[in-house]
């Protein structure tokens, strides 16, 4: 199997892992349950998974074409949550989903490889965790939208997206040192094992963070999970690795129009549902009680 295919078969497998995990925790989060027992568990499991696949990926393939495939990850959760939920994806869901994926596909796809490869040093993977721990834990503790939940769902997701975009970039950068190097590049520079250690705890709060978001319902908080998770790595490639766009100022064009249907279709789905939209009840379920207006 050649490196190409490998990363493509990892990415979806990868996908389907975090689209799982994702509804897992989004039902913890819905019963009120605190993270712990068999659906966090699983929840866990999925993540760790999903993260092994991403890696191995991100080790034969293109950064922003593994992400861009990371899209993936709303499209499968939404079917999988409405099955659960013994009801029909909503067509606004769809839309959303649809203008998310799209969007953020062309955006990353009109993304440019540097021309040649280039890694980050340990110092520098370092400093980009410390920068975006940094600002993520400044978005968790903002009051803007903290009697909102939809406002409070995007910027927990936001903040959970960057720690995850942030940890493939390091985790991509891990593995081109290791590839040139082995075992030997932790002691030619030994930052880098600091680094390793950053990208467990980007993940980890990552997950608490996107679980915290999913309080506000599925669909908002991973659209807005998948959208941040790409576009924060995409900067890092354009900014830091020497990425540019293809076809120039056209290039650069289309992706903006791409990053606005993007964020388009996260706004449709942070609509709330109508009464009239809602699910119908499970024979024999007990009848929930009244929601407390924002």
């Not at 497998?13 to 568990?41: D, F, H, I, N």
């Not at 067509?91 to 799209?102: D, F, H, K, S």
């Not at 997701?157 to 991509?172: D, E, K, N, P, Y």
Request: hydrophobic letters at 55%; proline letters at 4%; charged letters at 10%.
């Amino acid at each position: 199997m050649n490196g190409g295919v490998l990363s493509l078969a990892a990415a979806l497998l990868s996908a389907v892992c975090y689209a799982t995990a994702a509804v897992a925790q989004e039902r913890t989060a819905a019963a009120g349950r605190k993270p712990t027992g068999g659906l966090w568990t699983l929840a866990l499991a999925l993540q760790a998974a999903g993260a092994g696949l991403h890696a191995v990926a991100l080790r034969y393939g293109s950064l922003t074409v593994v992400q861009a495939l990371g899209a993936l990850t709303l499209v499968l959760a939404l079917p999988l949550h409405a099955a659960l939920g013994r009801r029909r994806v909503r067509p606004r869901e769809w839309r959303g989903a649809a203008l998310t994926v799209l969007g953020l596909v062309t955006l990353l796809l009109c993304t440019a490889p540097p021309g040649t490869e280039r890694a980050l040093d340990g110092t520098e993977l370092v400093l980009l965790a410390a920068i975006t721990a940094a600002a993520a834990l400044a978005l968790t503790r903002l009051p803007w939208g903290a009697d909102r939940s939809v406002l409070r769902a995007l910027r927990f997701a936001t903040a959970a997206g960057a720690a995850f975009g942030i940890a493939s970039c390091l985790t991509q950068g891990l593995a081109v040192h290791l590839a040139a190097q082995g075992l030997g590049a932790a002691v030619d520079d030994p930052m880098l094992l600091v680094a390793a250690g950053c990208t467990g705890v980007l993940a980890i709060a990552g997950m608490v963070w996107s679980q915290e978001a999913y309080r506000g319902g599925l669909g908002v908080a991973l659209a807005a999970v998948t959208l941040a998770n790409p576009l924060v790595a995409g900067c890092v490639g354009v900014l830091l690795l020497g990425e540019g766009f293809r076809g120039g100022s056209v290039g650069l064009a289309v992706a903006l129009a791409g990053a606005l249907a993007a964020g388009r279709g996260v706004v449709v789905l942070s609509r709330p549902t109508p009464s009239g939209g809602r699910a119908r009840r499970v024979p024999g379920a007990r009848p929930a009680s009244p929601a407390v207006a924002d």
